[in-house]
């Protein structure tokens, strides 16, 4: 147990180290030491997209909260930002639509399609809350963390 409490500091303090120690230049954009990001990401409307949030919420439904709520239906989908936050952070396109669950209740959902952000870093990466349905308020009320 101590030797793990010694290790951990050691990484701390090395990458503290090297943090430091980065040039200024490297944390401007195109600078050295930032992955480069061209900034194509698939639309709101995507099927992969809208496949991902399906299956992950009607997973986290029925795992966690023993529900057998999935989405039936997506309607008006719309593009609130993209890149909201300028060309230095990692490019993200945030979207909302009108959704239908499958016993007949409209919600909202808000959702982020980020470049890589999927597994390790590859691929492209979906965050999403669907209204009503976000029971730990991991997204606040009304899922307002959620949007730009």
Known sequence: ?????????LG?????????AM?????????GFLPFHHGIIPGCDNPWTL?????????????YWGSGAYIGKVEEVKELAYRPWGPDFIPRR?????????????????YAIGEKLGFA?????VE?????????LA???YCRAARP
């Open 94 to 110: 945030h979207c909302a639509a009108k959704v239908r669950m499958n016993d007949g209740k409209e919600t909202y959902i808000a």
């Open 139 to 141: 997204y606040g009320p």
């Open 12 to 20: 701390v303090v090395v990458f503290g180290l090297s943090a430091a």
């Open 121 to 125: 870093g590859m691929g492209y990466g």
């Open 23 to 31: 040039p200024a230049e490297a944390s401007s954009r195109g600078g």
């Open 51 to 63: 496949g991902k949030i399906n299956l992950r919420f009607a997973y986290k439904e029925r795992r």
């Open 1 to 9: 147990m101590k030797m793990r409490l010694i290790l951990l500091a």
């Open 128 to 136: 999403w809350c669907v209204v009503g349905y976000d029971r730990n």
